[in-house]
């Protein structure tokens, strides 16, 4: 009797498309792969809204759920509106407690707010928001990635990013996170999969240690 493929949707981060996940192999016998694209917010609408409107997007039970950064924080936020397998999140944060200082402080001042995206971003900008203004190595890595250009998305997404109110982790969470993520640095987070040398890009550069590390995961 043939097996049924395990379901398995992708959440990018911020501003990213479909196409951070091309070095994510999983076996076609297996998995049934998706990326779940950004949809663009309603005006003035919740995460908690937002994320309930992703998940209608998923009809399968015991599927799994992965989240990269951002769409890390909305696949946790998703995961209330549905049955799940497991959920996966990479290079993201568990709670507000797990944010950077620089995060904390432009939630505090409400920096956030003063972001230009009202001139579209060129993906220069996008790249250094999403990732930091490192090497321009790593700059031109992630920019060919980025391509949500909408304002009110853009707008809507860093405040949410900004100002999660999340307090206690999901007890179900797998959390998997780079010892080099200038993101969300690793001395701020908890009972994570550390992978030695992984940056904050790593779903692009450490994929094939990704695809084994979810095959693992999701065999269990």
Known sequence: MKSEKTPVFFVPG???GEEIFR????????????VLEWQIPEKNETLVSYAKRMA?????KNAVLV???????????????????QLIIISSVKSRYELPRRIKFARKTFFYKLIPTSLVL??????????????????????????????????????????????????EVIHIHGDKDVVFPIKNIQGAIILQGGTHIMIINKGRWLSKKLIEIIGK
């Open 14 to 16: 911020l501003a990213a």
């Open 23 to 34: 070095n994510i192999e999983l076996p076609g016998e297996f998995y049934d792969i998706q």
């Open 56 to 60: 209608q997007r998923i009809t399968q």
């Open 67 to 85: 989240g990269v950064s951002f769409g890390g924080v909305v696949a946790q936020e998703m995961s209330q509106f549905l049955e799940l397998k």
């Open 122 to 171: 060129s993906a220069e900008d996008l790249t250094k928001f999403a990732i930091g203004p490192r090497t321009e190595k790593r700059l031109r890595i992630y920019q060919e990635y980025l391509h949500v250009r909408d304002k009110q998305y853009l707008d809507w997404a860093i405040k949410q990013m900004v100002c999660w109110s999340r307090k206690v982790p999901i007890n």
